[in-house]
Antibody, heavy 112, light 112 residues
Framework: QVKLLQSGAALVKPGASVKMSCKAS????????VSWVKQSHGKSLEWIGE????????NFNEKFKGKATLTVDKSTSTAYMELSRLTSEDSAIYYC?????WGQGTLVTVSS | DIVMTQAPLSVSVTPGESASISCRSS???????????VYWYLQKPGKSPQLLIY???NLASGVPDRFSGSGSETDFTLKISRVEAEDVGIYYC?????????FGGGTKLELK
């Protein structure tokens, strides 16, 4: 069955970067776009962007351009998202998703 | 960006009764291919969103047929018949027609 397994919670300092992972299984990784979604505490869902593993093509929400970098490792069927220049506004749960399937989320806390 | 507006913010339902949630988009979600790209998700407390309805009216795999989706090009409804305790959580509509993907603010369903 399709699974998206995300990396664990991260506590990072303001101004730093964080890189999280999303390991896919149960399907052909290169055939489907993978999206990343942000959910701040008590808030709705916010689409960050998407990547097509076969080609590495990406699309971004304008709001997250310069903030998020999306990459993949086809050899391990893993998608990555790196967030840079972190502030308290970046504290949230981040999900990877294929829209029908979602990872369990990665909690990022930005604090000194 | 397409704005998705949900109503009500919360709904309290007696188990066994029905509930309806509305969602309105600021732009038609009907693609030229005839598909309407509105999706419904349920996020149970502490969990990732789970897909309920895709492309306006299609029941996702494993979802009870108590759930149904309907609508027009810009106005959509999720109906839950015979509400059960497991239906508690926050319901989100989202549009996957164009980038950036956007979601409604959510409707919280509680039991009376």
């Amino acid at each position: 069955q399709v699974k998206l397994l995300q990396s664990g919670a991260a506590l990072v300092k303001p101004g730093a970067s964080v890189k999280m992972s999303c390991k896919a299984s149960g399907y052909t990784f290169t055939d489907y776009w993978v999206s990343w979604v942000k959910q701040s505490h008590g808030k709705s869902l916010e689409w960050i962007g998407e990547i097509y593993p076969n080609s590495g093509a990406t699309n971004f929400n304008e709001k997250f351009k310069g903030k998020a970098t999306l990459t993949v490792d086809k050899s391990t069927s893993t998608a990555y998202m790196e967030l840079s220049r972190l502030t308290s506004e970046d504290s949230a749960i981040y999900y990877c998703t294929r829209w029908s399937y979602w990872g369990q989320g990665t909690l990022v806390t930005v604090s000194s | 960006d397409i704005v998705m507006t949900q109503a009500p913010l919360s709904v309290s339902v007696t188990p066994g009764e029905s509930a309806s949630i509305s969602c309105r988009s600021s732009k038609s979600l009907l693609h030229s291919n005839g598909i309407t790209y509105v999706y419904w998700y349920l996020q149970k407390p502490g969990k990732s969103p789970q897909l309920l309805i895709y492309r306006m009216s299609n029941l996702a795999s494993g979802v009870p047929d108590r759930f149904s989706g309907s609508g027009s090009e810009t106005d959509f409804t999720l109906k839950i018949s015979r509400v059960e305790a497991e239906d508690v959580g926050i319901y989100y509509c989202g549009q996957l027609l164009e980038n950036p993907r956007t979601f409604g603010g959510g409707t919280k369903l509680e039991l009376k």
